[in-house]
């Protein structure tokens, strides 16, 4: 098993003796968590003391999965690229056994056409020619997953970010059936999940693909995208043995001014009830369906602080 460096920074979880009664009721198919562990906002939260951001980028994720509410976490970093065999290796010695991680997959395999931001340099704008290029996911991503963090890897996200052009529908879903019909039988043990940004792909044969690869549609409380009680009403929209929540931000709100809004991340700016409402029907819709794993991923920018939100949603799913 890899070993942590030495004379990693000490760092603490901070747990509430309600933390531990509620996270005892809590069914454990059900795996919250939130994206990402570094915020120095979390601390007498998440973290006990006076953690840096740089010891929780070092140390931060052994305490966080410590912490008994917090059965899964968000690894967002891979989204900007692929993570190293050391990366994951080091991920790996600081959880237990059991603990799953959602990992996102490199956007330069789920990005269509690249927006117009500084990082794409010329390619802004541009359609991408290596859009769900199955060799390269499988090659330059999924392979380090299976041999240095196959024993915590949870479903894997392929995020789809607007940009200035999306897909036809009929030449996405070809382009899905041919990346996970290449896929789905290298990686067996693999869990996929796809997450639209744009509500016109979400059309019945989306759901029908991935139901023939045992793949999930990731219920993403997203700026503009349909609540995640009228995803759920869509015909079939639950096609996999796991469902992947990811809760963002509030409808019509963008990232960026919700960040200004929220940070530094220490407590509830405002709660949402009507999205907790909707996390608890996606519950029950999951369990009536026989789910073997509901991951729901909470960002910060839902309702000011991750973590609280995560025990709040807790208290609603514990029986």
């Given at each position: 098993?890899?070993?942590?460096?030495?004379?990693?920074?000490?760092?603490?979880?901070?747990?509430?003796?309600?933390?531990?009664?509620?996270?005892?009721?809590?069914?454990?198919?059900?795996?919250?968590?939130?994206?990402?562990?570094?915020?120095?906002?979390?601390?007498?939260?998440?973290?006990?003391?006076?953690?840096?951001?740089?010891?929780?980028?070092?140390?931060?994720?052994?305490?966080?999965?410590?912490?008994?509410?917090?059965?899964?976490?968000?690894?967002?970093?891979?989204?900007?690229?692929?993570?190293?065999?050391?990366?994951?290796?080091?991920?790996?010695?600081?959880?237990?056994?059991?603990?799953?991680?959602?990992?996102?997959?490199?956007?330069?395999?789920?990005?269509?056409?690249?927006?117009?931001?500084?990082?794409?340099?010329?390619?802004?704008?541009?359609?991408?020619?290596?859009?769900?290029?199955?060799?390269?996911?499988?090659?330059?991503?999924?392979?380090?997953?299976?041999?240095?963090?196959?024993?915590?890897?949870?479903?894997?996200?392929?995020?789809?970010?607007?940009?200035?052009?999306?897909?036809?529908?009929?030449?996405?879903?070809?382009?899905?059936?041919?990346?996970?019909?290449?896929?789905?039988?290298?990686?067996?043990?693999?869990?996929?999940?796809?997450?639209?940004?744009?509500?016109?792909?979400?059309?019945?044969?989306?759901?029908?693909?991935?139901?023939a690869y045992g793949a999930a549609h990731v219920f993403n409380w997203w700026s503009f995208m349909p609540s995640l009680r009228e995803q759920l009403r869509l015909p079939g929209a639950l096609t996999a043995r796991f469902c992947v929540a990811r809760i963002m931000v509030p409808p019509g709100l963008r990232y960026e001014d919700r960040e200004k809004e929220c940070a530094p991340f220490d407590k509830i700016v405002r709660e949402e009830p009507e999205m907790r409402d909707d996390v608890e029907a996606l519950a029950r819709a999951c369990k009536a369906a026989g789910m073997k794993a509901l991951f729901v991923?909470?960002?910060?920018?839902?309702?000011?602080?991750?973590?609280?939100?995560?025990?709040?949603?807790?208290?609603?799913?514990?029986?």
């Amino acid at each position: 098993m890899p070993q942590l460096p030495l004379f990693l920074p000490r760092v603490e979880p901070h747990v509430e003796p309600d933390d531990v009664t509620l996270a005892a009721r809590l069914p454990p198919w059900i795996r919250l968590g939130t994206s990402s562990w570094t915020f120095t906002g979390w601390r007498g939260i998440v973290y006990d003391g006076a953690p840096t951001q740089a010891d929780l980028v070092q140390a931060g994720l052994a305490a966080y999965a410590r912490h008994p509410l917090f059965r899964t976490v968000g690894i967002d970093r891979s989204y900007y690229g692929p993570l190293t065999h050391e990366e994951l290796a080091a991920y790996a010695a600081q959880l237990p056994e059991g603990f799953f991680c959602v990992t996102k997959i490199w956007d330069e395999a789920t990005t269509f056409a690249f927006p117009a931001h500084p990082r794409f340099g010329a390619r802004a704008g541009k359609l991408n020619p290596r859009f769900f290029d199955a060799a390269m996911v499988r090659d330059e991503v999924l392979a380090a997953y299976e041999d240095a963090f196959a024993g915590h890897a949870g479903p894997f996200v392929f995020e789809l970010a607007p940009g200035p052009a999306h897909p036809e529908v009929g030449a996405f879903t070809r382009a899905l059936e041919g990346l996970l019909g290449a896929l789905a039988p290298r990686f067996p043990r693999f869990r996929f999940a796809f997450e639209l940004r744009t509500r016109e792909l979400l059309v019945p044969r989306y759901f029908d693909v991935l139901r023939a690869y045992g793949a999930a549609h990731v219920f993403n409380w997203w700026s503009f995208m349909p609540s995640l009680r009228e995803q759920l009403r869509l015909p079939g929209a639950l096609t996999a043995r796991f469902c992947v929540a990811r809760i963002m931000v509030p409808p019509g709100l963008r990232y960026e001014d919700r960040e200004k809004e929220c940070a530094p991340f220490d407590k509830i700016v405002r709660e949402e009830p009507e999205m907790r409402d909707d996390v608890e029907a996606l519950a029950r819709a999951c369990k009536a369906a026989g789910m073997k794993a509901l991951f729901v991923l909470v960002n910060n920018k839902a309702e000011g602080c991750s973590p609280l939100t995560v025990r709040a949603l807790a208290a609603r799913l514990a029986p």
